[in-house]
């Protein structure tokens, strides 16, 4: 059984940055890709960046690259995102997922295993 508990959302302005935590428990975190998706109200959840067991590989949606850097420290079991230019249409609750995955670099994150609660964030305009 794997926790996950979120942290660092908040409000922001536009343009602005913000770094959201992503802490697991339990010992078996470096055998789980991390995630994380965004869900805006009235909208589906999306995906929004994923990373390997390893750190060595990383995957973002189209509309996060060269905006948002995903990370993990597997000492801490703890990921991140690093959020930059943020945009409005950006508010949205962001989850966490864990997807166990026997191959160290497979960013997939289809059917993840475990999912944290969320944080909000806000984009202000």
């Known amino acids: 059984q794997v926790q996950l508990v979120e942290s660092g959302g908040g409000l922001v302005q536009a343009g602005g940055s913000l770094t959201l935590s992503c802490a697991a428990s339990?010992?078996?975190?470096?055998?789980?890709?991390m995630g994380w998706f965004r869900q805006a109200p009235g909208k589906e959840r999306e995906f929004v960046a994923a990373?390997?067991?390893?750190?060595?590989?990383?995957n973002y949606a189209d509309s996060v690259k060269g905006r948002f850097t995903i990370s993990r420290d597997n000492a801490k079991n703890t990921v991140y995102v690093q959020m930059n230019s943020l945009k409005p249409e950006e508010t949205a609750v962001y989850y966490c997922?864990?997807?166990?995955?026997?191959?160290?670099?497979?960013?997939?994150?289809?059917?993840?295993?475990?999912w944290g609660q969320g944080t909000q964030v806000t984009v202000s305009s």
């Open positions: 997922a864990a997807a166990y995955r026997p191959t160290t670099q497979s960013t997939t994150m289809s059917n993840p295993n475990y």
């Open positions: 990373i390997s067991r390893s750190g060595a590989t990383t």
């Open positions: 339990g010992r078996t975190f470096s055998s789980y890709a």
